[in-house]
C-alpha cells in the first residue's frame, strides 16, 4: 500500500510515520503532487498557526491539489481544521471541504485544550472497533462546531466535531498518533477503507 503524508512544514510528520510503522506500513512523506496523486491513503497532518501554514500549502500548490483527490484523505488537528470552510485562526479560508467555519473556544474553558478526553456519537467506519467514551489525546484552541458532516464529538465547554466524514475526506481533532490503543485502531480503520 502506497500511504503519503503530506509534507508542507506544518506537521507532526515522524510520530504520524512511526505510528504507520507500527502497525506494519510504511509511508512517504512528501509535497510532490504526482507522488500525492498517485497514493492509495493520503494523511495531511498539521501543527501549529492556520494562516502560515494555509500560506505554506498555497506555495507549493497543495491547496488546490488536495480538494480534488479521489482517494481516501485523513487530515489530523490543524489539517482536518484547513480542510474546513475557514478558521478564526488568523481570518484564514479553508480548503472548503467540510461546510463549517472553525471556532476559538471560549474563555468559559482552559484553552488550549491539552490531554486526554472522551470521544462520543461514534458514526464512521473509522471507529470500527472504537467504543463510545473511549480516550483520544487532544491539542487545540479551535473547534469545528456539530455539522451534518460530524461523524464523532467531544465535550469541552461545548459539543464540537471531533471527527469529520465527506465523501473520501476524513478528519480528526485529536491526534491518532498519540491515543493509544485507540488511537492505532483508528488509524488502522483508515488504512484498511
Known amino acids: 500500500m502506497n500511504i503519503v503524508i503530506v509534507n508542507y512544514g506544518a506537521g507532526n510528520i515522524q510520530s504520524i510515520k512511526f505510528a504507520i510503522q507500527r502497525l506494519g506500513f510504511k509511508a512517504v512523506l512528501s509535497n510532490d ?3 500525492i496523486k498517485a497514493a492509495d491513503k493520503v494523511i495531511f497532518p498539521g501543527v501549529g498557526e492556520a494562516s502560515s501554514a ?3 500549502l498555497k506555495e507549493s500548490g497543495l491547496d488546490t491539489l488536495i480538494p480534488t483527490l479521489k482517494q481516501p484523505v485523513l487530515g489530523i ?9 475557514s478558521t478564526e ?10 461546510d463549517v467555519d472553525v471556532l476559538r473556544f ?3 474553558v482552559k484553552v488550549p485544550q491539552i490531554g486526554w478526553n472522551q470521544i462520543e456519537s461514534l458514526q464512521s467506519e473509522l471507529f470500527n472497533d472504537v467504543r463510545e467514551s473511549d480516550y483520544i489525546y ?3 484552541s479551535y473547534y469545528a462546531p456539530v455539522t451534518a458532516d460530524t461523524v ?13 466524514h465527506k465523501n473520501n475526506f476524513y478528519g480528526t481533532q485529536f491526534h491518532p498518533e498519540k491515543s493509544s490503543e485507540v488511537g492505532e485502531q483508528i488509524l488502522k480503520n483508515f488504512l484498511a477503507l
Open 54 to 56: 494555509m500560506k505554506k
Open 77 to 85: 488537528c490543524l489539517g482536518m481544521q484547513l480542510m474546513c470552510n
Open 106 to 108: 471560549n474563555s468559559d
Open 138 to 140: 487532544l491539542v487545540h
Open 33 to 35: 503532487p504526482e507522488e
Open 89 to 98: 485562526e488568523g481570518e484564514t479560508q479553508g480548503l472548503g471541504i467540510f
Open 152 to 164: 464523532a464529538t467531544t465535550n469541552y465547554g461545548v459539543t464540537y466535531s471531533t471527527a469529520l
